[in-house]
């Protein structure tokens, strides 16, 4: 049975009806599409990647890529405080989860931060071609069920910054939260910095107040990025960590609460909690 132009053009025309008045429709659309695109801009320059394997810059033209359909589908960045990143030295660059649109701000960070990386699990390297695309611009896995494994990428992440000066973004939550207050921070980007002595990058998103995930809306929205001054580690030990992670924890939440209800004037939303 064939498809006639006429009914081919009706489909389209109701797909786009339904996207144009659903906004549960134009979420999943804006998702999927955004979705689709990140893996074409990530795979799409994997011949040019096999130049130079496991360098950093093999990840701009996907990141220049992303901000620029981001932006297509409502999500535009600011971001402010660039002053305060040192490119002569590596450190640790810790961010709150919110989305899997925290893509765009990777994509942000990524050019101006210099030799950055970020660590993913193992399972991710074997999703080709994706996978491949996150091991040729130098992304660090670890098998989180074997401690010897993260343990050795913890030393090897340590190495990466005192000895090329990289820059390892981590999400410190773990996991996505979109409420008023960050989620719990893990402990593992902590060790690293602790273990390189390297300086923590603290850098904070606004709530995204034009997603909401319950009520699948996704609608424009301007978001700030900021990026704070640097935490210094030298000199502490394990025993630090855990009033390291209270402090860096409350910084970031007290920007966070400050950018988010900027964003809300911003964007001129009312939010009722």
């Known amino acids: 049975m064939t498809t006639s132009n006429g009914e081919l053009l009706g489909l389209a025309f109701m797909a786009f009806f339904i996207i144009t ?4 429709a134009r979420y999943y659309f804006k998702f999927f599409c955004f979705i689709a695109f990140s893996v074409v801009c990530a795979v799409g320059p994997v011949p040019l990647m096999l130049i130079r394997p496991r360098d950093y810059r093999n990840a701009l033209i996907p990141a220049y890529l992303c901000i620029g359909f981001g932006k297509m589908l409502g999500a535009s960045f600011t971001v402010r405080g660039k002053e305060n990143i ?20 990777l994509a942000e ?6 030799r950055s990386t970020v660590v993913a699990k193992k399972e991710v390297l074997y999703m080709f071609p994706f996978g491949l695309a996150c091991w040729l611009w130098g992304t660090l896995f670890i098998d989180r069920q074997n401690r010897d494994s993260a343990k050795s990428v913890i030393n090897k992440e340590a190495k990466a910054i005192n000895e090329k000066q990289a820059k390892l973004l981590f999400f410190p939550e773990g996991t996505r939260g979109n409420g008023d207050k960050l989620l719990p921070f893990k402990k593992g980007s902590f060790h690293v910095a602790v273990e390189s ?15 909401k995930s319950n009520a699948k809306i996704f609608n424009r929205g301007q978001n700030i990025i900021k990026i704070l001054p640097e935490v210094p580690c030298a000199g502490l030990t394990k025993d ?9 924890q409350r910084m970031m939440q007290r920007e966070y609460e400050l950018l988010s209800e900027e964003s809300l ?9």
């Open 86 to 105: 040192q490119r002569t030295h590596g450190g640790v660059v810790l961010m709150n989860h919110q989305s899997a649109l925290d893509l765009i701000v």
């Open 21 to 24: 008045l659903s906004s549960t």
């Open 265 to 273: 004037s911003i964007n001129n939303i009312s939010e009722v909690h």
């Open 197 to 211: 002595q390297a300086f923590i990058q603290p850098v904070v998103i606004s709530k995204y107040h034009f997603l």
């Open 240 to 248: 630090d960590i855990p009033e390291l992670m209270e402090r860096v």
């Open 109 to 114: 960070l990524w050019p101006i931060m210099g």
